[in-house]
Structure formats: C-alpha cells, structure tokens
C-alpha cells in the first residue's frame, strides 16, 4: 500500500517526536521533516524513504549507534579488561609483598606485572573505541575483535601471574 506525502510526514514526525530520528548521533527535528529538508547527522549515512520512492516524501535518518543497550554493553566489556588488567598488577604485588623475600629484583618483577596490567587495561581502552566506531557505523562488533590478541593477552597473564608465584616460592624455599 503506498503512503501519500502528508502520512508520511505524521510517521516520520512520531519518528522524531520519540527520539527515533534526533539526539547525539543524528538532528531531524518536526519543522525539517514537514518541510521534506529531513537531514542526518554524525554517523547517519542511511537514509529511508517514507512514500512512494521518493517522490516528495519525507526523508527519516536512521541514526546509527543509537542502540543504548548496544552502546552500554561496549562499556561493560571495557570494565572487565580494565578490572583484568588491576587484578593482574594488584594480586602480583600482593603475592610478591606476601610470599616473597624481600629483595632488589622484586621491585622491577612487580614493575613488571603492572606493565602487563597497563598493557590489558591499553588494548582493552583500544577495542572500546574500536566497538564503538563499529556500532556506530551499523558493523558487526565482531569486525572489531580479534580473537589472537584476546588469547595473547590471556596467556600474558597467565604467564605473569604463574612467574610470580614461581619466582614467590623459590624465593621463600631459598631464603629457608
């Protein structure tokens, strides 16, 4: 069923009445839409015809990365490798402070463990901004990951984490 010009003007209105078509990432307001002057903004580069293909009917913006449960579970994502990343330099200090003899070479082992953490927390910043171009382009977020840095940065604090212990008990084992 085609739509005259005037009900695509109402739908496109209730469109940017309940926040469909304006905010942060795209500025159709009621006034551009009745005019037919409906625009996009930042990261709004589809546009939808309402009507009968475009002949005077309005044009409604599809705002990309408008999606607030996709944009927050970017975050989420992003505060699990950041608590990664303070777990590892915490519990590294803290077996070193504990179960280690005091020595010259603990100090640079722990130095160390936080570069590791630095680095998780680094990469996990990196692919926050990497998600959040994807979704606001309408990607994948899958195009954002890559699965070998995640395994790299696993076994980086596995690694980290089991030297410390090692380095730990040998210390204690030799100082008896």
């Not at 795209?26 to 009968?52: H, L, M, P, T, Y």
């Not at 705002?63 to 519990?91: I, P």
Request: charged letters at 15%; hydrophobic letters at 45%; proline letters at 1%.
């Amino acid at each position: 069923m085609q739509q005259t010009k005037q009900e695509a003007q109402i739908i496109a209105k209730d469109v940017v009445s309940a926040g469909g078509g304006s905010g942060e990432y795209g500025s159709v307001d009621a006034d551009d839409v009745e005019n037919g002057n409906a625009k996009g903004g930042f990261g709004c580069s589809d546009r939808e015809d309402i009507g009968d293909g475009g002949g005077g009917a309005a044009v409604v913006a599809i705002a990309k990365g408008n999606d607030l449960k996709t944009n927050m579970g970017n975050e989420r994502t992003f505060f699990k490798w950041l608590f990664t990343g303070l777990h590892v330099g915490t519990a590294s200090t803290w077996v070193l402070k504990f179960f280690a003899e005091p020595s010259s070479s603990q100090l640079w082992i722990a130095l160390g463990a936080w570069l590791v953490a630095f680095a998780i927390i680094g990469y996990g910043l990196i692919g926050f901004y990497r998600r959040r171009v994807a979704i606001f382009q309408g990607k994948s977020v899958a195009h954002a990951e890559n699965p070998v840095a995640v395994v790299l940065v696993a076994l980086a604090s596995t690694f980290t984490m089991g030297g410390i212990i090692v380095y730990s008990v040998f210390s204690v084992g030799s100082a008896l």
